[in-house]
């Protein structure tokens, strides 16, 4: 099969498609320390509240990632970047987002974050050099799946020991410090089995919310939709006898996720496996109507009998999930869906106020306290229209790339169709939940678009097994007889 695509090549046999780097260093096995240091890192930094418990983390982080970029650049093999699109638009948008403090309101303040946000797309760019064989894909994938099965498992017995031992918190912790800013924390930490913030009320239970080692709920259930696709991914690499385990873990996943009670979350998992569906489909919306109309009625079904049944705890679990969400609770405290709505028109209004170059990045936390709660509405108050629409041509990007990962599905086994599936569902999903949550900036968004491009080098070059269409193939025995 021959590709004719643009926007990268082989990695291995087509050099016109690689930008060389001259060797220093050392090591043929620097990739895939730096592509496992990498996933360690991401893993187990902020939104992981690791930091709190740990204040030298950040640090031990950062020169983790500093190891791993220079793994990369000096490795023994010639440094091989693909050509792809991600790069331009990426520069463009991370050079507005610099030049904008020279008139931020307090730019000093917007500096101190700069390190913490270079890093995510470094750790993209570390991810698409070091991930260039199916090997390392795999190696990527059940890392993040790994680290999504321990955080389920850590989460669920937590609830679990809160509700039958009546487990006390060790300790309890107000404040800390993320990436040089200080900030309020509300949690009750608990050992091993992480922390927790906040009950809900399920019938006459007092239900903790999933956290596991995250900030906050809504942190893990972000952390959760890249892992559960990620497993997804690898249910497709496995032999066989490994397959149900990995069942197994998905399920644990699905149920911690089910437990954050995160709203945003259920939405970006929900949109995620629909564009999940879809590639794995190979872009038949015949075939992705089908797939959802037979599971979709068991789960319309089953819904209606719990309801039916249990009528107070389906209440309860309404109310947690929704109702309390879009209400106001008197003068205690305003429901989340408000504070959201004021974010996102404060954050519209200084937009009209400034549409040509914004306030500044970074700069929302100064005026408001918080972001917009929305990741286009926080770019365009921050960076104005020039900054929005640098960040709609990189969000292009991307998107183009899982459109052309879905042509060249064509004539890709099992394993292949799955990776692209699994890799745009967790793109969608993710960027979905950052339309509730100023979350573009955590390491799971970034992560998920590296495995996209990932994804894409892999299709793009032709496998022993790929390389002659049955049509050429057919052809071919008619001319030579």
Request: net charge neutral; no cysteine; hydrophobic share 35%.
């Given at each position: 099969m021959q590709h004719n695509e643009q926007l990268s090549g082989p990695l291995d046999e087509n050099p016109a498609a690689l930008i060389k780097i001259p060797n220093f260093l050392y090591g043929p096995r620097s990739r895939d320390i730096a592509l496992t240091t990498t996933i360690w890192v991401c893993m187990l930094s902020s939104p992981c509240a690791l930091f709190l418990v740990f204040p030298a983390y950040p640090f031990f982080a950062t020169i983790g990632l500093i190891y791993a970029a220079w793994a990369v650049l000096v490795e023994r093999k010639n440094l091989r970047v693909p050509k792809i699109n991600l790069y331009l638009p990426l520069a463009i948008f991370l050079t507005w987002g610099f030049i904008s403090l020279i008139y931020a309101p307090d730019p000093m303040f917007g500096m101190r974050n700069i390190l913490s946000v270079l890093m995510k797309p470094l750790v993209t760019i570390i991810i698409i050099a070091c991930a260039t064989t199916r090997a390392k894909v795999e190696q990527a994938i059940e890392l993040i799946s790994k680290f999504g099965t321990f955080f389920s498992f850590q989460a669920i017995l937590l609830i679990l020991a809160i509700l039958i031992v009546h487990l006390k918190p060790i300790a309890h912790i107000s404040h800390g410090a993320d990436a040089s800013i200080t900030q309020d924390y509300n949690l009750d930490f608990f050992g091993p089995l992480g922390f927790s913030m906040v009950a809900n009320q399920i019938g006459n239970i007092y239900l903790p919310r999933g956290q596991s080692m995250f900030t906050e709920p809504g942190h893990m259930a972000n952390f959760m939709e890249l892992s559960i696709f990620a497993t997804l991914a690898r249910s497709a690499m496995i032999d066989e006898p490994y397959k149900r385990a990995n069942l197994y873990f998905l399920i644990a996943q699905f149920v911690a996720l089910l437990f954050t009670f995160s709203t945003a979350g259920y939405i970006a998992l929900a949109v995620g496996l629909v564009v999940y569906s879809f590639v794995r489909t190979k872009g038949s919306v015949g075939h992705l109507l089908l797939t959802y109309i037979k599971i979709g009625i068991p789960i319309v079904v089953a819904l209606l009998v719990v309801s039916l049944a249990f009528p107070t705890i389906w209440d309860s679990v309404v109310n947690a999930?929704?109702?309390?969400?879009?209400?106001?609770?008197?003068?205690?405290?305003?429901?989340?869906?408000?504070?959201?709505?004021?974010?996102?028109?404060t954050g519209i209004a200084l937009f009209c106020a400034h549409p040509l170059f914004g306030i500044g990045w970074n700069q929302l936390r100064v005026v408001t306290n918080w972001g917009a709660n929305n990741a286009l509405v926080t770019t365009a108050a921050e960076l104005g229209i020039v900054g929005l629409v640098s960040y709609a041509y990189f969000l292009a990007a991307v998107v183009s790339t899982c459109a052309k990962n879905i042509k060249l599905l064509r004539y890709a086994d099992n394993a292949d169709t799955t990776l692209a599936a699994a890799a745009a569902g967790a793109f969608a999903a993710v960027f979905t939940h950052a339309l509730f949550v100023d979350s573009e900036y955590l390491f799971f968004f970034w992560i998920a678009i590296a495995l996209n491009y990932v994804c894409h080098n892999l299709l793009a070059q032709p496998r022993r097994d790929q390389t002659i269409s049955p049509l050429r193939t057919i052809s071919t025995a008619i001319s030579q007889k």
């Open positions: 999930i929704w109702v309390s969400k879009i209400t106001s609770h008197g003068i205690a405290w305003q429901s989340s869906s408000e504070l959201r709505e004021r974010d996102i028109q």
